[in-house]
């Protein structure tokens, strides 16, 4: 639990680092995505912190894969 925490806290701060010196070059295309990944980074740290359930990036991946993934599983296997 607390290497999680840590390893977001880094997260967050190496992303503040990464939006503040792109956003001083004018580059804001990067800043914006270093803001989405803060976002996201803080939002799973407060999930953490609640003891909310936090599924696996495995999870994450196959939902955003099933409509893909189960037709061509159908079709392999001839139905």
Known sequence: MLHVLIIV????TVTIFIWRRNRDKGQVREASWAIVILWGA????????????VSL??????MLLE???VPIV???KGG
């Open 9 to 12: 806290a880094c997260a967050i």
């Open 42 to 53: 803080a939002a799973l740290q407060i999930a953490i912190a609640r003891h909310l359930p």
């Open 57 to 62: 990036p495995t999870d994450w991946i196959s």
């Open 67 to 69: 409509p893909i993934y």
């Open 74 to 76: 159908a079709w392999l």
